[in-house]
């Protein structure tokens, strides 16, 4: 929404902040589970026990090139979302593969361009399954001066 904003010309700034916070809720659904407490994190792993419940947050600012008072700290060069109302906690993998070329393309890069994609999810078979996917989709991203 911030780059979107950005390019409509609404702001030349925007403050982008979120919250992930572990729930009475969703520590009761875990403990209905039962699933057991790994004693290290491999979420793609054939063995993997489960998943550790944590808590984060983070900011940034988003601004227009050349509207901040110092040097960029990074470039923002293309965003896509996937929201396919597949299921509410499991995305469709197509549709994952869709946002990555999508981004890809936006911002003129080929997958071999990445250094680093950090994945989130609960470590259960479903989403280490739309994990792949998203690191497949890398390898499907199209060159973007062939479109």
Known sequence: MATDMIDLGMADTVVVAGADA????????LDRVQNNNPDTLRPFHTTHKGMLMGEGAAAVVVQRAGTGNGPAQARVRGVSMNCDAHHATAPDPEGITRAVQDTCHRAGVRAKDF????????????????????????????????G
């Open 115 to 146: 250094d680093l994609v950090m994945l989130h999810g609960s470590g259960t078979p479903s989403t280490t399954r739309r994990s792949r996917a998203s690191c497949a989709a890398f390898s499907t991203a199209p060159d973007p001066a062939r």
């Open 22 to 29: 572990a729930t009475e809720s969703g520590f009761g659904t």
